[in-house]
């Protein structure tokens, strides 16, 4: 079985910063798994934020490149989302998803303006 547990979100500012983590954990090979950073906007249909597979190679959303950056620390099987000069639109739930296939429950940011 496998379980992301993501956390770090709370209520910011406008042009605020937030780093979120989403914890793995269970049967899965951490290391050579890509994973990737989703949020879903009240109203609004789950979108893709960010990717970074398992050798680094990273991949955003045009909406929030060049104030986002996602990482990984495969030593504590983690994977971390910065987001910086956050604005009221990136309010939402933000999701980690591993080998496309596993789902962490959300934590939920809310940027005022």
């Known amino acids: 079985q496998v379980q992301l547990v993501e956390s770090g979100g709370g209520l910011v500012q406008a042009g605020g910063s937030l780093r979120l983590s989403c914890a793995v954990s269970?049967?899965?090979?951490?290391?050579?798994?890509?994973m990737a950073w989703y949020r879903q906007a009240p109203g609004k249909q789950r979108e893709l934020v960010a990717t970074?597979?398992?050798?680094?190679?990273?991949n955003y959303d045009e909406s929030v490149k060049d104030r986002f950056t996602i990482a990984r620390d495969n030593t504590k099987k983690t994977v971390y989302l910065q987001m910086n000069s956050l604005k009221p639109e990136d309010t939402a739930v933000y999701y980690c998803?591993?080998?496309?296939?596993?789902w962490g429950k959300g934590t939920l940011v809310t940027v005022s303006s």
């Open positions: 269970g049967s899965i090979f951490f290391s050579i798994t890509s």
């Open positions: 970074i597979t398992y050798d680094g190679k990273t």
């Open positions: 998803k591993a080998k496309n296939q596993y």
